[in-house]
Antibody, heavy 119, light 108 residues
Framework: QVQLVESGGGLVKPGGSLRLSCAASGFTFSDYYMSWIRQAPGKGLEWVSYISSTSSSYTNYADSVKGRFTISRDNAKNSLDLQMNSLRAEDTAVYYC???????????WGQGTMVTVSS | EIVLTQSPGTLSLSPGERATLSCRAS???????LAWYQQKPGQAPRLLIY???RRATGIPDRFSGSGSGTDFTLTISRLEPEDFAVYYC?????????FGPGTKVDIK
């Protein structure tokens, strides 16, 4: 079945780095844009970044993470990554990877991985 | 940035009742690129509606979306016990792709 599974979350100190991964299965990964969305504890949803489907990989970021986070993908491995540098307390959240449907909405979501930035 | 406002913040209803949730955008959402998601505690969001009015795969027909421009509505015709959750609207017509703050539908 269509599935996204995130990994790589954990506890990191302010200023540190973390790399999240998302493994996709059950669909042709290379056909779809992919995105990361996060949710701080007890808060709403915040779009973080997306990447286009092709090897040219156009990317886009929320202002809150621009210059600190980098999204990438490996279509041969059906995987999506998010490299997070210079982490701040306000980056603490559950991070979801999501498939971008043809129309642009997020139609498939992973279960999320928790990132905690704290000293 | 398009700011989405949802109302009410909380909607207290009984099973079988009709729920009407509102989402208002600070500027027009291009091509009705407006989606609705349902989220239950401890779970990832689930896409219900996209393109303002199109039901996603597997979504029951008691869920319907309407609206255009800056005003959108999600209607649940008759609430089932599994519908009590938080609902978010989201626009994906212009970057950054913003979400509303959510409407919690709880049991009266």
């Amino acid at each position: 079945q269509v599935q996204l599974v995130e990994s790589g979350g954990g506890l990191v100190k302010p200023g540190g780095s973390l790399r999240l991964s998302c493994a996709a299965s059950g669909f042709t990964f290379s056909d779809y844009y992919m995105s990361w969305i996060r949710q701080a504890p007890g808060k709403g949803l915040e779009w973080v970044s997306y990447i286009s489907s092709t090897s040219s990989s156009y990317t886009n970021y929320a202002d809150s993470v621009k210059g600190r986070f980098t999204i990438s993908r490996d279509n041969a491995k059906n995987s999506l990554d998010l490299q997070m540098n210079s982490l701040r307390a306000e980056d603490t959240a559950v991070y979801y990877c999501a498939r971008v449907a043809e129309g642009g909405a997020f139609d498939i979501w992973g279960q999320g991985t928790m990132v905690t930035v704290s000293s | 940035e398009i700011v989405l406002t949802q109302s009410p913040g909380t909607l207290s209803l009984s099973p079988g009742e009709r729920a009407t949730l509102s989402c208002r955008a600070s500027q027009s959402v291009s091509s009705s690129y407006l989606a609705w998601y349902q989220q239950k505690p401890g779970q990832a969001p689930r896409l219900l509606i996209y393109g303002a009015s199109r039901r996603a795969t597997g979504i029951p027909d008691r869920f319907s979306g309407s609206g255009s421009g800056t005003d959108f509505t999600l209607t649940i015709s008759r609430l089932e016990p599994e519908d009590f959750a938080v609902y978010y609207c989201q626009q994906y017509g212009s970057s950054p792709f913003t979400f509303g703050p959510g409407t919690k539908v709880d049991i009266k």
